[in-house]
């Protein structure tokens, strides 16, 4: 069971990153997914999260209108378009898969670093 994160770096404020979230040791389509941030000194905050069969997503008021969260379930794989970026964006990104199969189960990827500066 894992999650692998990949496509964070550094960017220039007003840029644009897209971040990948590949799954692999379980059935990624039952799975509601999202992407989670930390920024140093601060508690890891919802970003966004999209629903198993995809269509329904949620956002953070403070990332409407620039990030997209999208998912491919043929390729299990969840992605987090950002656009727009501000150096507030500045965060590990974590991917979170979870669903109810007789009991609560969810998975963590390992992070990747996005840095927005010039």
């Known amino acids: 069971v894992q999650l692998v994160e990949s496509g964070g770096g550094l960017v220039q404020p007003g840029g644009s990153l897209r971040l990948s979230c590949a799954a692999s040791?379980?059935?990624?389509?039952?799975?509601?997914m999202s992407w989670y941030r930390q920024a140093p000194g601060k508690e890891r905050e919802l970003v966004a999260a999209?629903?198993?069969?995809?269509?329904?997503?949620n956002y953070a008021d403070s990332v409407k209108g620039r990030f997209t969260i999208s998912r491919d379930n043929a390729k299990n794989t969840v992605y987090l378009q950002m656009n727009s970026l501000k150096p507030e964006d500045t965060a590990v990104y974590y991917c979170r898969g979870s669903t109810w199969s007789g009991r609560y189960l969810e998975v963590w990827g390992q992070g990747t670093l996005v840095t927005v500066s010039s």
């Open positions: 999209i629903i198993s069969a995809g269509g329904r997503t």
């Open positions: 040791g379980f059935t990624f389509s039952s799975y509601a």
